[in-house]
């Protein structure tokens, strides 16, 4: 089992101290120290105000974000949660992708989703009801681009001829990709072109709001791993190939008095039996000092003890 942690900007306004470069290097540093295996940053470029005071977070730019962290660490994987997808043209996405793989020596995960911000598409200028069609189409971009020379395409949203677009990124064949989603097609996606799938804990509000399936129970998750492995199989696949990412509510939020590391040690043991490979791990954000607290705590009540 693996553990990551989104860089703590959970909520408006954020604390200042975290979005400062020696902030984001300090997080980085003391994840990687306590044994994390990844980091990362979520993505959103045009949230609007009411999304914000509704519970919605601020957020840095995914991609310079990691490779500032990237800088400053050596082993720790740069892990979005997550790129939204169709908000980019796959062909940047590759670059900038291609660009931390080579940068940090290999350590870069695409971890991306499909998105449910209506009024962030359209502050982009992307068509919020084709975003599963952009999806599809950047995943199959995406991975031509990082692997293939002089080449061409032709889709519904991006046409290209004779692209070679090098430096090519340091992983073989291609950096991981992580596919986000709770519903049977994020699934279908992994079998098709992915490494690794990332739902995500949704009660039926949350799941209509993310416009996605709702997912409250290990029973449904164990669900939808079965599911996931049958499309492994029937493309000739190794579901064991293929990463799982889950949150652990057992034992309560790591950096809360209440928190019993115990008891989350045996929900981790609960979720490996059903096939998660990593754990995401909230980490407060009220300040530096209690996220860097509560990683090196982490790291020495769960992460040291497996």
């Known amino acids: 089992m693996q553990y990551a942690i989104t860089h703590p900007m959970?909520?408006?306004?954020?604390?200042?101290?975290?979005?400062?470069?020696?902030g984001i290097a300090k997080v980085a540093?003391?994840?990687e120290k306590a044994g994390f295996g990844g980091f990362g940053?979520?993505?959103h470029p045009?949230?609007?105000?009411?999304?914000?005071?509704?519970?919605?977070?601020?957020?840095?730019?995914?991609?310079?974000a990691m490779g500032f962290a990237a800088a400053h660490t050596t082993t720790l994987r740069l892990i979005p949660n997550i790129v939204v997808l169709p908000y980019r043209n796959p062909f940047v996405v590759a670059k900038a992708g291609a660009t931390l793989d080579l940068i940090s020596d290999g350590r870069f995960t695409l971890a991306v989703g499909v998105g449910y911000l209506k009024r962030e598409f359209t502050a982009l200028g992307v068509e919020f009801d084709e975003r599963a069609d952009l999806f599809e189409e950047a995943?199959?971009?995406?991975?031509?681009?990082?692997t293939a020379d002089d080449l061409s395409y032709e889709g519904k949203h991006f046409s290209a001829k004779g692209i070679t677009a090098h430096p090519k990124p340091l992983s073989a064949p291609h950096p991981p990709i992580w596919v986000g989603g709770n519903t049977s097609?994020?699934?279908?996606?992994?079998?098709r072109y992915a490494q690794g799938w990332c739902p995500f804990r949704a009660p039926a509000l949350l799941a209509q709001t993310a416009r996605t399936?709702?997912?409250?129970?290990?029973d449904q998750l164990r669900s939808g791993i079965g599911d996931l492995r049958r499309r492994l199989e029937d493309v000739g696949r190794d579901p064991l190939d293929v990463d799982i990412t889950f949150t652990n509510d057992a034992g309560g939020a790591p950096g809360s008095d209440g928190f019993n590391a115990d008891e989350f040690l045996s929900g981790v043991t609960e979720l490996e039996k059903a096939g998660v490979t990593w754990i995401q791990v909230a980490v407060p954000g009220d300040s530096l000092a209690h996220a860097v607290e509560t990683i090196d705590e982490f790291g020495e009540t769960v992460i040291g003890r497996r």
């Open 10 to 22: 959970h909520s408006h306004p954020y604390n200042p101290d975290l979005v400062t470069g020696a």
């Open 29 to 31: 540093a003391a994840a």
């Open 41 to 43: 940053f979520t993505d």
């Open 46 to 64: 045009a949230p609007t105000q009411r999304w914000l005071e509704s519970g919605g977070h601020d957020a840095l730019d995914p991609f310079v």
């Open 139 to 146: 995943l199959h971009v995406i991975r031509e681009a990082w």
């Open 185 to 191: 097609a994020a699934r279908a996606r992994v079998a």
């Open 213 to 218: 399936a709702a997912l409250e129970s290990t």
